[in-house]
């Protein structure tokens, strides 16, 4: 999503001209509000704010058109007072208010300001960790032991079929979701799985039925809290849906016509609905 992001661990020696400063609160990000316009702050230094900054972490640079920025991300405590004109909004909230690139910048961000917050010491040996100087990754000085920013690979994945009235879309009612609100199937994958084998294993477990054609169709990070989603199409085999009813109370095969309430377009979920009903909706 960020192909004119270059991702270092490498700050500037000398910062010539102020850096784009991704500064969460826990999860939620420090916005300037400037009218209609929510802006990520360009600062040569969060002091400058009467910001009082933890850690640091330094990402890449975003080359724009007007010149390469230097990025960098950061947390302040609980009791941080938030500058005049400035807000904390979740990532959820900035959906709809930034543009594509600077929300996955602070996708990465946040991602990164945890893992740093988290991995102070060695998980083996409780001793302070050392920063990597050329990569993204903490060293323990006494064991060796060195640990990466953790990602949690999840499948998500779409089934289709041919029933007598057209083709049809299965989706579900997560009990966790809002009521009405429908949306493809996922999981977390495994420890010594494939992708196909979870994509098979997720569907049997939620709704009872085997799948067929599973067919790579993208992915998305999704920093909530540290997720991968890879997303598949699939076709439908064989069995009857029976819920697994801790995590769904309904499941059902829809038209492209006829679609409940579904979620938002920046969702890989949403791209894979759409996806079925551009191909079905004039046949519809
Ligand atoms: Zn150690």
């Not at 690139?101 to 409780?126: K, N, P, S």
């Not at 996922?186 to 009872?208: D, M, Q, S, Y």
């Not at 085999?237 to 029976?242: K, L, V, Y």
Request: charged share 20%.
């Amino acid at each position: 999503m960020v192909d004119h992001f270059i991702s270092t661990v490498t700050p500037p020696s000398v910062l010539q001209e102020a850096a784009f400063w991704f500064i969460f609160q826990g999860f939620r990000l420090l916005v300037q509000i400037d009218g209609a316009e929510t802006i990520v702050p360009r600062l040569e230094d969060p002091s400058g704010l009467d910001i009082d900054v933890r850690r640091r972490q330094y990402l890449g640079i975003l080359n724009l058109p007007s010149g390469p920025v230097h990025c960098f991300s950061t947390e302040v405590s609980k009791t941080q007072t938030i500058p005049k004109g400035f807000a904390f909004l979740s990532l959820r909230r900035l959906f709809s208010r930034l543009d594509d690139t600077m929300l996955a910048l602070a996708g990465r961000a946040v991602q990164i300001v945890e893992w740093d917050r988290t991995h102070q010491f060695c998980g083996r040996c409780g001793i302070p960790v050392q920063d990597m100087p050329f990569e993204r990754a903490k060293k323990c000085p006494q064991c060796g032991l060195t640990s990466y920013p953790r990602l949690a690979p999840a499948i998500i994945v779409s089934v289709e079929r041919t029933t007598a009235s057209g083709r049809k879309l299965l989706l579900a009612h997560n009990l966790r979701h809002p009521a009405g609100f429908y949306s493809v199937l996922a999981g977390f994958v495994e420890p010594g799985e494939t992708l196909e084998e979870c994509v098979r294993r997720e569907i049997r477990e939620e709704v009872g039925i085997e799948v067929k054609n599973i067919c790579y169709f993208g992915s998305q990070p999704w920093p909530f809290p540290n997720s991968l989603m890879i997303a598949f199409t699939s076709e439908y085999a064989s069995g009857e849906i029976t819920l697994e009813e801790d995590e769904l109370d309904d499941a059902s095969w829809f038209a492209a016509d006829a679609l409940p309430p579904v979620p938002p377009p920046i969702s890989i979920a949403r791209q894979l609905i759409d996806h079925f009903v551009q191909k079905n909706s004039n046949r519809c």
